[in-house]
T-cell receptor, first 112, second 113 residues
Framework: GEDVEQSLFLSVREGDSSVINCTYT??????LYWYKQEPGAGLQLLTY?????DMKQDQRLTVLLNKKDKHLSLRIADTQTGDSAIYFC????????????FGTGTKLQVIP | DVKVTQSSRYLVKRTGEKVFLECVQD?????MFWYRQDPGLGLRLIYF???????EKGDIPEGYSVSREKKERFSLILESASTNQTSMYLC????????????FGPGTRLTVT
């Protein structure tokens, strides 16, 4: 089946840029997503990219997609302590019912 | 704004009890999902539903069942709770008419003792 891989942990200093990486195996992915989960809460959609795009920017967030290498990244500029959370990469394939496969999540720690 | 609500934030049940987790969405979404989240394992799909009274097994359906009698409501049932079902349970919904992004409820932290 489909697989989505992420590193488990990332630590950055406040004000630096954070880059969270993700690789996936499904070559028929249609949409790829980044979700944020704060402690004790559900997942919140941050942004998504359609598979025929290679970049999307939304304020401090930049998503880069390398479809050939099946690699997705999320860059957070000027990282703040409020960005500390778990970030999930996810992909939707072209099959039925819009099932989404999630990665294991990357815990971002921002050091003041 | 899409709103997905779950009936309880925290729940403590005993082994062998029947447990009902309820999820309601207010955006007329066709698709609804139940996941469990465990440290280091990410989100694993238990069941999903693409229409009223329709259901499909996800990756880990054993020990669970679901019910969708109305479009806005999707229930997860633990027929006989066991300690290995202690977890965070997340409900989500999505529309057929958009980029399929899923909207999540706040989660139910279930502890089975």
């Amino acid at each position: 089946g489909e697989d989505v891989e992420q590193s488990l942990f990332l630590s950055v200093r406040e004000g630096d840029s954070s880059v969270i990486n993700c690789t996936y195996t499904d070559s028929s992915s249609t949409y790829l997503y980044w979700y944020k989960q704060e402690p004790g809460a559900g997942l919140q959609l941050l942004t998504y990219i359609f598979s025929n795009m290679d970049m999307k920017q939304d304020q401090r967030l930049t998503v880069l997609l390398n479809k050939k290498d099946k690699h997705l990244s999320l860059r957070i500029a000027d990282t703040q302590t409020g960005d500390s959370a778990i970030y999930f990469c996810a992909e939707a394939d072209s099959g039925g019912y819009q099932k989404v496969t999630f990665g294991t999540g990357t815990k971002l720690q921002v050091i003041p | 704004d899409v709103k997905v609500t779950q009936s309880s934030r925290y729940l403590v049940k005993r082994t062998g009890e029947k447990v009902f987790l309820e999820c309601v969405q207010d955006m007329d979404h066709e698709n609804m999902f139940w996941y469990r989240q465990d440290p280091g394992l990410g989100l694993r799909l238990i069941y999903f539903s693409y229409d009223v009274k329709m259901k499909e097994k996800g990756d880990i359906p054993e020990g669970y069942s679901v019910s969708r009698e109305k479009k806005e409501r999707f229930s997860l049932i633990l027929e006989s709770a066991s300690t290995n079902q202690t977890s965070m349970y997340l409900c989500a919904s999505s529309s057929e008419n958009h980029s399929y992004e899923q909207y999540f409820g706040p989660g139910t932290r279930l502890t089975v003792t």
